[in-house]
């Protein structure tokens, strides 16, 4: 379970101050999908990584699982991340020096997990052929199959996911987006994904806003 | 093996230009360590061998004064107190079919307890030395390289004469070491003496006393009989103070060889960053994974240490190479200067290795600290974000800035201290060093700004680009920048001192060096008259038309405070003074007083080392037993690091038992011709011995000959630092452009020609390279400054005249930018042949 409370994040630059969110509060239920729509600038990327406690918010309270991330040291909030949580981006973001299978592999060792599990997930995305090759061989959408797969494979309880099909083409992303949504519901991983995309946001259970750091659940403010 | 360091090998492996240039840094830096070290090692063995050899097990010696010991001494010793356990020895260097070999004359007969492995299972080879005169001993290995078989005969030269001598035996080297035994001929004493032209003479009484309660007595009673000038000394310590000599001198080198070092460190931590800083994006990604700051610290850290390791190994490897150059080179040096090594070889001793590759691994470590630290910092959005690093590294360079400024505060406040202290000195100029290239980030960020918009307006778009990449990512090329400045600014800075030095010393040469025409006998050492002169020859030479006034020199080593100093007597003809350069003192009184016997004159560095002025009391070891002399006055010499004091032959004859002259020089009357006199003085003293007869002219060439001679170690040491910096800047450009993949290729999609991109690249390296060496020249000079003032003057007492060309400048200049323009070379070509989908494709 995802729990917010009144958070915000002010960027400084020099004297200008930059209100990325104001006082957002939010809470997902476990096993939920929330998609999280805004135009460009409106904080969505901000959000997600005080999520996932890549970066803490000025003020506010961010509690995964009846843990306060806010609290934790960065050590803490590492080890954390590495257990519960799954990242996706837009750039697969695909350590280059290791193989498919590898790069899977990798959040298991990280966790001294059986690495066994990740032949399975690279299975499930359909890429038990390419697990020796190496990830600038292969397309956008394949890449993205194994960044589901890595962020998947040590079934982490949150999965955060940022434009996930924004650099694939329709077919791809559409392909990309059933596995993770199957992936999702069969683990029961809490997902919340930031997207620009109708089909997408089609997918979650709910859907939310981000208005100039606000948010809010009325979809008709959003420009497709 | 975890797949997090297979991600970080790989990533090595994938980029192995920058694997090997890394690893060929940290090789270079650690192989000039271990070579001077080696090397210093090797002569300091070389020393303890050619002593120990003949030193045998004595406990203490009995030595004289300058000339030795009356043989009588060692008959009473043994009649009168009935000593069994000493033996007499006396020996002499000559050259023998181009080698130099030490002469021994024992008494195998005393020798059992001292060196006993000369006279055992030789008792045939022994009885013939003893009845035979002019037969020698040598060992199998001498024997060997000087192509003799035993009762050859073969002709050795002692000061200008030859004699023929014959090897009767040659004793094993069943000895733990047989090196000690190489160039070593034993005979007995009466041999000697003959073909030295001592007779009745040695050198020394070797003792065996135990160490007991009694020893005290023993020496009282030794004391009674002694003859004034002679002494007992401990066998350790008299060897102790002959090395003590050669210590400012390897010391220099050891520092010499440490800058290589520093300069090897820039590079690996221009490398490491690199590594750190293409990788940040991957690093990143680790850290969203849940790979923890300690795990990524590790991570650079471990790899670097395996960086280290094969670049120390393969430096052992190198340095052990190089090291036998440098041992000849330094072998020679010491010889010139100091006293006579007849081994040259290199010895290999696991203590400087293990040195070398401990020194090697910590500098690697110790560069990549600061990047690994750089690294585990790396945030996890990070990987979302580019500049980022860009950023925090550009207000790095401020902070950087400021902590080279404490640095080179720090230095002066040491420099001021009132201290002679040769280690704080050193401390003086690296921290000097290191500030000042801390400092060059900033100005280069400066002059960047300062030129971009005129270059702009002078060139184009396309100079914009190119210089605005340098201060772009000044992470990199600061360090670039830095550790090329450093490499030149060494080269400047010891340029500077070597020129000054040599300018120094030539004005020296000519102002001391007076007469027309110099005589002496041919010495092992080209710089030092110590061999004697027949007394016929000063007789005939005084008779050769045209020679209007001859003075005579004498050159000996005395003791003084427990220190070996050079002792220079000087007998003046009519109607010539004595015109040496004074530092203290004034001419019109010192001169008198020196004429009229009433003290010594004393060289600046004697001055310096034993902190001696005018009218102070110098004590001298004299054949009457130690004697204080008044000092007059204080002179420039350049010949002698430990010292020399100045003494007129009359006064020396007072002292010195020793009536023999070394050296002589003629002044000739205005109307002679040199070249006609030189054959006359030949012609009249061809059948006394062989002699140099040198023009004023020769002698200043030798000496400056021999002066570049020394400096030649220092000058391989100079180019290997710049080597290493060369190393440092293509690795630094390379991993630049690598860097640039994608910003050339958007480049060459908007249109530039392959031509326009290798022209931008070149034209960043050279601005690159150009402003290293603009910076270099007053670091250089700074440099140069410590070096004379602090360094120089702590470890010599030698006071010299900074002299700067303009030459020294264009060379830092030229070499800058060539290094810079050729390290760009090979990166531009790549970069404007790589095809432009490919670098879009890059990230
Ligand atoms: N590190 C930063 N420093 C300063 N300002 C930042 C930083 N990161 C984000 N911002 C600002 O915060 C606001 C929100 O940024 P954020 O990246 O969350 O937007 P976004 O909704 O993800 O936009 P997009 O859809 O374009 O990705 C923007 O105005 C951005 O400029
Ligand atoms: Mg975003």
Redesign the pocket.
Known sequence: MIQLHNLSRT?R?GQCK?E?LRSVSLTVARGEVVALL?R???????LLNLIGGIDLPSTGEVIIDSQVLNRMSEYERTLFRRRRVGFIYQFFNLIPTLTVLENVQLPLELNFLDVERADQLLDKVGLTDYRDTYPDRLSGGEQQRVAIARALVHEPTVLLADEPTGNLDAESGRLVLGLLGDLVRVQGTTLVVVTHSRKVAELADRIFV?DDGRLTDRIDEVIW | MSSLSRASLRYLWRHPWQLVLAVLGIALGVAVVVSVDLTNESVRRAFDLSVQAVAGEASHQIIGGPSGLDETLYTQLRVELGMRDSAPLIDIYGKARASTLHVVGIDPLAEIPFRGRFVKQQDAAVRTLLSTPGTVLMDASTARRLDLSVDDRFKITVGGHAHEIQLVGLFGSHDSNPAALDSLVITDIATVQAISNQPGRLSRIDLKLRNDNGTAAVLKRIHSILQPGARVVDAESRSHALLQMTRAFRTNLTAMSLLALVVGMFLIYNTVTFAVLQRRGLIASLRLLGVTRGQVFRLILGETLLLGLIGSVLGLLIGFTLAQGLVHLVTRTVNDHYFVLTVGELVIMPWPLLKGLALGVVATLLAALLPAVEAARTEPHAALQRSGIEVRARSLVPRLAMTGLALTLGALVLLVLPSRSLLLGFAVLFLMILGLTLMSPLVVSWLTHAVLPLAGRLFGIQTRLALGGVVASLSRTGVAIAALMLAVATTVGVGVMVDSFRSTVEQWLSSTLRADLYVSAPGLSTIRPEMALDMAVLERVREVPGVAAISTGSQIMVESDGRLIELFALGLGHSILPRYPLKAGDPGQVWPAFLANRGVLISEPLAWHQRLTIGDLIPIHTDTGIRAFPVLGIYYDYSSEQGEVLMQRSLYEQHFEDHAVSALGLYLSPDADLQRVIELVRDATLDTQYLMVRSNRTVRETSLAIFDRTFAVTNVLRLLAVIVAFIGILSAFMALQLERVRELGVLRATGFTPGQVTGMVTAQTGFMGFTAGLLAIPTGLVLAEILIEVINRRSFGWSMKTVVSADVFLQALALALVAAILAGLYPGWRMAHTPTARALRQE
């Open positions: 960027y630059e930059r990325a805004g460009s600038g409106s904080g969505k990327s901000t981000l």
